[in-house]
């Protein structure tokens, strides 16, 4: 880690009844800071008071928050931030009756290199046998109970461990629907409409998905199963950290990855 503050004081150190670690009682977001600054501050900052709003977490001053987040990447060329907001210190149990408060914590962290070779080259995707719950309430918001994503990357790294060479997996819900992948949106296209999964009962949505959402033309929001996948002329990752990467290869099914950066050029 590069940098890290808590309630805009350096140090690396929380106490212990935070809910964020007690409970996950908490939102988070996560950007790229490029050339000292982080790219859609506003945006990253709508979405955790939105976030925050939606779990009833107060007492955070946002003009704070983002002083505190343009300080901290003034330094760096090229990194990771994270804004994480707890809902405070409490006793024992879940009621947060005697919370001190949001507590915000803001840290910066090396850029994923190999994000670099993804954008260049695609990267392969696979399918988790791991099926995301059902849950409206939460659905959309990046909370800090992030517990089946852990589980996802597990069984990522034990694809790998097993010489299958994939870099993300796709993950499914229990209707089998499509939602996400291990930390990136998907969208695909086929034809001249692109599709992205509807995330109203589980899933994250990103803020690169909201800009797609918004710069594409066409974009179907379904609920489809993985057959759809092997059907698609390209499909395309997001996060904010990553942008928007071509997949080469899905299964079996392999897609030529400049014809597919073509086609997303074409519609943008």
């Known amino acids: ?6 309630n805009f004081t350096k140090t690396n150190q929380i106490n212990v009844s935070d809910r964020g670690l007690a409970f996950g009682d908490g939102v988070f977001t996560t950007g790229k800071v490029l050339n000292g600054g982080l790219e859609y501050i506003s945006e990253h900052i709508n979405r955790l008071q939105h976030s925050c709003s939606k779990l009833a977490i107060t007492g955070v001053n946002w003009q704070d928050v ?4 343009i300080t901290a990447s003034a330094n760096y060329a090229l990194a990771t931030l994270k804004v994480i907001i707890t809902a405070g210190h409490s006793g024992r149990g879940y009621s947060r009756t005697g919370a001190t408060g949001g507590n915000v914590i803001v840290c910066i962290s090396e850029f994923p290199q190999h994000y ?5 080259q695609g990267l392969t995707l696979g399918l988790s046998s791991f099926k995301l719950g059902l849950n409206p309430a939460l659905a959309g918001i990046k909370h800090l109970n992030r517990l089946e994503q852990v589980l996802i990357r597990q069984e990522l790294e034990q ?3 097993d010489l299958q060479e ?15 992948c291990n930390t990136a949106n998907i969208f695909w296209l086929k034809g001249r409409v692109f599709y992205t999964p509807n995330l109203q009962l589980s899933g994250v949505a990103g803020l690169c998905r909201a800009r797609l959402l918004s710069a594409l033309p066409a974009v179907n929001i379904v609920s489809s199963k993985v057959s759809e996948l092997a059907q698609a002329d390209a499909i395309y990752l997001c996060n904010s950290l990553l942008g928007v990467v071509p997949v080469k290869q899905f299964m079996d099914k392999v897609f030529n990855v400049e014809e597919s950066k073509k086609l997303l050029g074409k519609f943008q």
């Open 1 to 6: 880690m590069l940098y890290c503050s808590v």
């Open 66 to 69: 983002e002083e505190e987040i």
């Open 116 to 120: 670099q070779t993804w954008q260049q």
């Open 159 to 161: 694809c790998n461990a």
């Open 166 to 180: 994939v870099d993300e997996l796709v993950v499914c819900d229990l209707n089998e629907n499509i939602v996400e």
